[in-house]
């Protein structure tokens, strides 16, 4: 399915990088455009003789050119698929130069070999006693980490937090790097969270602080809890697990799956994480596609707001059963809905999730019929109202205007993520067809 | 009296000042989780029981919330518009690229297409509409009759976009004028006048006293619109309105009313100023500023006392007011003079400057071909302080092209930016330069880039948006794309792909 505009520019890396694609539409600029079923090509004029070779591999889309930009995908690349989006009768040719047949036989062969190690690694009989005498070990390391910090926490709440001062939160930062140390880095950010909130928001900063006492006394607990637990809290203090073992002992399953949204943050300055948000439609299960890309380099797979896969997840071991990674995806042509039946059973589902793991930071949300609203002029709030409730928002003011503006104040599904205090809109779906009218992050 | 259910309130106390000096409040709640909090905190210290017992509150919190009853109305729903709006990708994406990105000339052109089209702006396009006619109140005018029914609903939420609230298109035509926005009253009282003036007219008269100094002004000033001996009257009435706007307009449209009796009596007080004297063979005009105030003056808006700061003496401030209450023609008609031959007549008399002065203010209210461009060949010394882009605007766009063609082939290649934004200026937002004048300052631009000097001007990269807005759509594609160069800077680079997409933006208008 070709992409369209809208959908190229929401690839793009940042908004200079969207702009200057759009100013390299002009066709005269492209002196070779070309296209076969699974990529597109063409060479751009740029500023040296030589001009740059730009392709794209249409399955992902996966982007290369042979400009020096260290942005991805660089403008040549989102310029190339804005002009298959807008003038397609341009792209003459079909038939694959050496420069684009031959990276597309290195990605084929690299995903063979990728898919070979691992069926190898899986095979390679690993040696079972070593690996739990490493894991025992790191539990242990992880468990003498949580006895110090939860002596510091009693310290900092006995000496008080309105004592806290700017030089003293260096102590903090301190303390968050000794969890890292201790191979516990999850502990540690939840310490650099309350020292944010610290001298601002003390609730905010004694939710963090209760959460991870409670992390701490339950992995001093560790070998009396069930294994989910015992799972959730490896997710907690930032073990990862591999795909390897994800694959192998998560829980599959398989349904058409509904993209109810997708956000990209920066973490910081080299970190963007991206959240997709996923709702069967058989099952009614929620996911998570949670990924990390470093240094400006993109995403593999893209994902589009509004669209449905038919796809079997894998789900992360753990109690809070949300973060999945994807297995055999299809893009279905046509997109279901199925909708909660109210919010009350929206706060159910939230409340079981919460109640197996308070530690998750976010959870996914459908309102359906709701009606976003603006509430007072002088210090204006704004307002999600579902079925008499109203829910603030947390939304950036340029996009709230556009929410208000696509809805006109009639009641519309509106998918997002709950923080435990604000729900973050990244979807708003038309009632009368299965479509999204506004999509968190569009141009 | 005990509490269902601990919360924040309750642990934030000893949080704050230290479990060392404050305990934790442990016990006394009915509910639950209170009593969860008190059989979980059993035994241990003081700051264990804290942090436990915010743990279970953060924990509560999470599983059970909610949001808050919302007792309140809900907001009242857009209404349903007819109109058809835009859907082609590529119009709707150059229409974002045009509002977020753009100068305001495209802008003006996405409306103005719209319009001619039409059509509504899209939905998701509104809010980046409205703040741009927010900053430019110009584009107000054009943005109002696309604005669609969702528009003006949207521009009722938000105080800074209030200047377009009004009534949607769809609403019968008296609505407009009843609870429209500045705008679509203007556009209204406009039809009116062209269809019936004489009912416009009543309707404003009607609706003067209720309006404020800015819309009254505003409003009289459309009085333009077929504008004919009965509409003297209230012309005159308006002469002496609280507000100096309003008078000025009034004051105005009367120049254009060569036989009101206000035009008479000020034509009649300047025929008692101008004589004829014999000099040798030929008879030369002569004209004398007033010698003495007359009180009758000020039932015709010509103050005695001159302005602290004015630079003209006592009568020649006298002479200058009377000046420009009378209209331009009665002075060619009177003396038998050209405009030019009455500008280098006024030159060689004690009161050039305010005639000149008088004169320049006529010709802004009621322009005039022959004395702007007598104006725009005069000695600079007598037109000093006189904006040549603003008297070029006045004429008609063929003369005003003619203007700025002659200007370009007269001039070096570093004066082209001057010509450009002086061209520029006498453009108006939503309009385009004529054929000719656009082939020639795009053939010039395109010159300048291969030479570089464009890659080396400053200020004529920056002017280079503006003007590719305001270039016929003909003459374009000598601009596209802007020739590559070697070792070009990335601000040329970015110029070059900006232009690029100005342009497919243009085209992309053309289409709607």
Redesign the interface.
């Known amino acids: 399915m070709a992409l369209?505009?809208?959908e190229v520019?929401a690839l793009s890396p940042d908004a200079s990088s969207a702009?200057?694609a759009?100013?390299?539409?002009?066709t005269?600029?492209w002196p070779t455009l070309g296209i076969s079923e699974v990529a597109a090509w063409g060479e751009c004029?740029?500023?040296g003789a030589k001009p740059y070779q730009t392709q794209v591999d249409l399955n992902g889309p996966v982007f290369r050119c042979s400009c020096p930009s260290r942005k991805f995908p660089c403008k040549h690349g989102l310029a190339l698929l804005l002009l298959r989006?807008?003038a397609p009768s341009a792209f003459t040719t079909n038939t694959p130069p050496l420069w684009v047949s031959e990276w597309l036989e290195s990605r084929a062969e690299r995903a063979q070999k990728k898919q070979e190690q691992q069926a190898e690694k899986t095979a390679t009989a690993v040696d079972p006693d070593a690996s739990a005498k490493r894991e025992a070990q790191r539990w242990k390391r992880i468990q003498s980490a949580s006895v110090e910090l939860q002596r510091w926490?009693?310290?900092q709440?006995?000496?008080?937090?309105?004592?806290v001062t700017q030089e003293s939160l260096e102590n903090w930062k301190t303390m968050a790097a000794r969890m890292v140390d201790a191979q516990a880095p999850g502990l540690g950010q939840r310490i650099l969270a309350a020292a944010e909130s610290v001298r601002t928001s003390?609730?905010r900063a004694?939710?963090h602080?209760?959460?991870l006492?409670?992390a701490c006394?339950a992995l001093q607990r560790l070998d009396l809890l069930d294994p989910a637990l015992q799972a959730e809290l490896r997710t907690v203090v930032g073990w990862p697990f591999d795909k390897t073992e994800v694959l192998a002992v998560g829980e599959h399953v398989e349904d058409h799956w509904t993209v109810l949204g997708v956000i990209a943050e920066a973490v910081d300055a080299k970190l963007v994480e991206r959240r997709v948000w996923l709702f069967g439609q058989q099952t009614g299960r929620r996911a998570l596609l949670l990924e990390h890309a470093f240094g400006g380099r993109g995403f593999e797979q893209t994902w589009r707001t509004g669209t449905c896969v038919a796809a079997r997840l894998a789900f992360f071991p753990g109690s809070r059963k949300l973060r999945a990674l994807p297995v055999e995806i299809t893009l279905l042509e046509t997109v279901s809905l199925a909708l909660p039946l109210s919010?009350e059973h929206e706060?159910s589902v939230?409340?079981e999730r919460?109640?197996e793991s308070?530690w998750a930071p976010l959870h996914p949300m459908l309102l359906r019929d709701s009606?976003v609203?603006?509430?007072g002029?002088d210090a204006p709030n704004v307002?999600v109202?579902?079925d008499?409730?109203?829910?603030p928002i947390s939304i950036d003011d340029?996009s709230f205007?556009?929410m208000?503006?696509?809805t006109?104040?009639?009641k519309h599904h509106i998918a997002g993520e709950?923080d435990?205090e604000c729900f973050r809109p990244l979807s708003i779906w038309a009632d009368e067809s299965v479509r999204t009218?506004?999509q968190w992050g569009?141009? | 009296m005990s509490k269902a259910q601990p919360t924040w309130s309750d642990l934030i106390p000893a949080a704050m000042v230290g479990t060392d000096r404050v305990g934790p409040p442990i016990n006394g709640w009915d509910g639950q989780v209170g009593q969860f909090v008190e059989s979980a905190v059993q035994g241990a210290a003081r700051a264990q029981q804290l942090l436990r017992a915010a743990a279970i509150v953060a924990a509560s919190n999470l599983v059970g919330a909610k949001g808050s009853p919302w007792l309140g109305a809900l907001p009242v729903v857009a209404g349903a518009d007819e109109r058809r709006t835009l859907t082609t990708p590529e119009i709707v994406s150059s229409a974002r690229f045009a509002l977020v990105e753009g100068p305001a000339r495209l802008q003006a052109h996405f409306f103005a297409a719209c319009r001619r089209a039409g059509t509504r702006i899209p939905e998701p396009l509104l809010p980046a509409s409205l703040e741009a006619a927010r900053r430019l109140v110009a584009l107000r005018g054009l943005l109002s009759p696309v604005l669609g029914a969702r528009g003006v609903w949207l521009a009722a939420q938000n105080p800074g976009w209030r200047y377009a609230c009004g009534v949607s298109e769809n609403e019968p035509n008296d609505a407009q004028w009843t609870d429209g926005s500045m705008e679509q009253r203007r556009a209204f009282i406009r039809a009116e006048r062209l269809a019936a003036p004489a009912s416009a007219r009543d309707r404003l008269v009607e609706a003067l006293p209720e309006l404020s100094a800015a819309e009254r002004a505003d409003l009289v000033a459309q009085l333009v619109i077929k504008l004919g001996a009965d509409d003297e009257v209230l012309l005159d009435a308006l002469r002496s309105d609280r507000s100096r706007d309003v008078r000025s307009e009034a004051l105005k449209l009367l120049l254009q009313l060569p036989d009101a009796s206000f035009t008479q009596r000020a034509t009649s007080r300047i025929e008692g100023l101008l004589s004829q004297e014999r000099s040798l063979v030929r008879k030369r005009w002569h004209i004398e500023a007033p010698l003495v105030e007359d009180p009758s003056w000020s039932k015709d808006n010509i103050e005695s006392g001159r302005p602290k700061n004015e630079a003209l003496g006592e009568r020649a401030w006298w002479l200058y007011q009377q000046v420009r209450l009378v209209p331009l023609s009665w002075w060619s008609m009177r003396t038998g003079m050209t405009a030019s031959d009455l500008l280098a007549w006024a030159a060689k008399t004690d009161w050039a400057a305010a005639l000149v002065r008088g004169w320049r203010d006529v010709l802004f209210a009621a322009p005039s071909v022959d004395w702007c461009q007598a104006f725009l060949v005069a000695d600079p010394a007598l037109t000093k302080g006189i904006d040549t882009d603003s008297l070029v605007a006045l004429l008609p766009k063929a003369l005003r092209d003619e203007h700025w063609r002659k200007q370009l082939a007269g001039s070096n290649t570093h004066q082209f930016s001057i010509i450009f934004a002086q061209a520029l200026a006498s453009c108006a937002l939503d309009e385009t330069m004529g054929e000719k004048l656009s082939n020639s300052m795009a053939t010039a631009l395109r010159d300048l880039a291969t030479s570089r000097e464009l890659h080396n001007d400053y200020s004529l990269r920056g002017q280079l948006a503006e003007i590719v807005c305001a270039l016929d759509a003909d003459s374009l594609p000598l601009l596209d794309p802007l020739p590559v160069l070697d070792n070009e800077s990335s601000a040329y680079q970015s110029l070059r792909q900006n232009v690029t997409q100005l342009i497919s933006a243009r085209h992309a208008f053309q289409l709607i």
């Open positions: 369209s505009v809208d520019l702009k200057a759009r100013g390299l539409t002009g005269s600029q004029q740029g500023s989006a807008q926490l009693a310290d709440v006995t000496r008080g937090l309105g004592s003390p609730e004694l939710h602080l209760g959460l006492h409670l006394e919010l706060w939230l409340s919460a109640a308070p009606i609203l603006r509430v002029d307002r109202v579902c008499n409730e109203a829910l340029a205007w556009q208000l503006a696509v006109g104040g009639r709950w435990g009218i506004w569009q141009p």
